[in-house]
């Protein structure tokens, strides 16, 4: 039975560690991709030649359609920028095209460098197409021209708006964006009208471009990033082997669709019957195009089409995204753990409100999680000292037992009987608290709050490892992770400290233990670390409770 408690032991905290690294991060620290221009260039000439085709092929079948796309109106003058000034974000939209060329949040930066310039969520160049590109039939994204009737948004009160509308021979597109200075919240609508003698017939499709949000966590890669949509009250997560060896169509009314890293996402939400399917392609390195397809419509002359969209570029953060409405709050996926996540992540802001410290937040949280366990926990350590005194009588019945297996089993069973001991009472609340530790583990590492959050001294950023620098620069970890230290450190005095039934070989794997968690947790960020070292403490102050009682 010794032997069973302490391979059960050893295997669930492996279940915590492998678990934990394989689902939400991983050993070693973040690398930013290299850019491969030369790769990227050359799927731009096989995608301009393959849309090349496709006009042509075009033109052949539709002939009305391929004038208007050939013909679209452009002034004898560069396109201008129109910038858009809120007291959350700057963006810049181009008249070629009316896509968002820039998009740059004033609360959040792209590094915890102080100097750092803002969060910019447009990620990719001309080359891979902006965000919000609009194409109707075969008239390109490219190939629009939208006049703009201002350089920049004039806002009346907390609402401004602009007007864009691109010409050609037999369409008028008219863009109109609202604003607001207060929210990341968008709207747009786009009136395709036919201005042709002719009939006209074409599907909408809105489209954007990007590639992943990299932020310099050990975690950030190992979470999902990429395109993802919420439909049927459910969120799919669509992994790139679905896209990147051809165009990957989806069918169905979508609430949203949107690029997501761990921190951010961009964000359509087609109104009505805006958009029927989704189209994703993958266009050079770790670039996902999609594309918000509307069904196939036919314009008379004179006729016109309005095609209403939201947008969001911002935040993943929870309170945000739910006052959005068409279930954005889905986008914060904590998975199984919801449940509990959420409550958590509350009594984290709640405590921050109040300190204006996450780590200090992070500490009462721990402190109440450990309360609420405190009388399961007394229980299991109770019962792991009791087993620890039963073990000279235990010893002396395996001895006088020993060539009998059946008849020791049994008198074993009995002397547990005697003295109301549960084998398995020690083990019976670490399973109990496994859910509670993934589900913090995800808020932790998941929380935008907690991004270059500052606790105190040299933790400056607590969904970053903490590295104490030293002037020199250690390989493989650059400064000492002084929290980590600190946390195998009391997590070996934990363990000296807790009763034991192992023979000295087992117990001298179990004291390994702290020595694999001090590895593995060098790269965590140090907000899950703090977590940790902390409920060691109070588990260290609740065995010391214990050791201090009277032999019963």
């Known amino acids: 039975m010794d032997i069973y408690r302490t391979f059960l032991a050893i295997i669930i905290s492996f279940v915590i560690l492998i678990g934990y690294q394989y689902f939400f991060v991983g050993f070693g620290p973040t690398e930013v991709p290299v850019e491969n221009t030369t790769a990227q260039t050359e799927q731009l000439v096989t995608d301009t030649v ?289 449940v509990i996540a959420q409550p958590t992540l509350y009594l984290l802001n709640f405590f921050y409100g109040i300190f204006k410290n996450y780590g200090i937040a992070i500490i009462l949280v721990t402190v109440i999680f450990k309360a609420i366990f405190w009388p399961i926990t007394q229980k299991g350590l109770k019962s792991m000292k009791n087993m620890q005194k039963l073990q000279p009588k235990m010893a002396k019945l395996k001895e006088k037992y020993k060539d009998d297996p059946t008849r020791m089993n049994q008198e074993v069973m009995n002397l547990y009987k005697t003295y109301k001991v549960n084998p398995l009472g020690g083990c019976l609340p670490m399973v109990l608290q496994i859910p509670v530790f993934f589900a913090l583990y995800k808020v932790l590492l998941m929380c935008i709050e907690l991004r270059h959050a500052p606790f105190m001294l040299w933790i400056s950023d607590l969904s970053a490892p903490d590295r104490l620098p030293i002037g020199v620069d250690i390989p493989y970890i650059g400064g000492i992770p002084v929290l980590t230290l600190l946390m195998g450190g009391s997590m070996f005095l934990q363990q000296k400290m807790t009763p034991t039934t192992a023979d000295p070989t087992q117990a001298k794997i179990m004291m390994f233990l702290p020595v694999l968690f001090t590895f593995m947790f060098v790269n965590f960020a140090s907000g899950l670390v703090l977590y940790w070292f902390v409920n060691n403490l109070l588990a260290i102050f609740q065995q010391q409770m214990i050791n201090r009682q009277k032999k019963a």
């Open 50 to 338: 393959a849309a090349k085709k496709t006009e042509i092929a075009a033109v052949t079948a539709q002939p009305s359609q391929s004038v208007a796309a050939q013909t679209m109106e452009r002034p004898d003058r560069d396109a201008r920028i129109v910038t858009v000034e809120t007291d959350l974000y700057t963006a810049s939209l181009s008249e070629n095209g009316g896509v968002i060329e820039s998009f740059i949040l004033k609360d959040y930066k792209e590094t915890a460098a102080d100097n750092s310039p803002g969060m910019q969520m447009v990620k990719v160049d001309g080359r891979q197409g902006f965000p919000l590109g609009f194409s109707w039939g075969s008239v390109a994204p490219a190939a629009t021209f939208y006049e703009a009737g201002a350089s920049e948004v004039t806002f009346q009160g907390n609402h401004g708006n602009l007007q864009m509308i691109g010409r050609g021979n037999g369409l008028e597109i008219e863009r109109n964006y609202s604003f607001a200075k207060d929210s990341y919240l968008m709207e747009m609508s786009v009136k395709v009208k036919n201005v042709s003698s002719g009939v006209l017939q074409g599907a909408a499709a809105l489209h954007q471009s990007n590639r992943p949000f990299r932020e310099p966590t050990a975690g950030d890669r190992f979470l999902f990033t990429g395109p993802a949509y919420y439909m049927n009250e459910s969120l799919v997560e669509v992994d790139s082997d679905d896209y990147e060896a051809g165009p990957a169509t989806i069918n169905g009314q979508m609430d949203w669709v949107g690029y997501e890293g761990t921190y951010f996402i961009c964000a359509i939400l087609p109104q009505a019957v805006s958009a029927r399917s989704l189209t994703m392609e993958s266009f050079g390195e770790d670039v996902v195009r999609m594309s918000m397809n509307s069904d196939l419509d036919t314009l008379q002359p004179g006729e016109e089409k309005i095609y209403t969209y939201k947008l969001f570029f911002g935040p993943k953060k929870l309170d945000v995204l739910k006052s959005v409405g068409s279930n954005m709050g889905k986008a914060v996926n904590f998975g199984w753990f919801d």
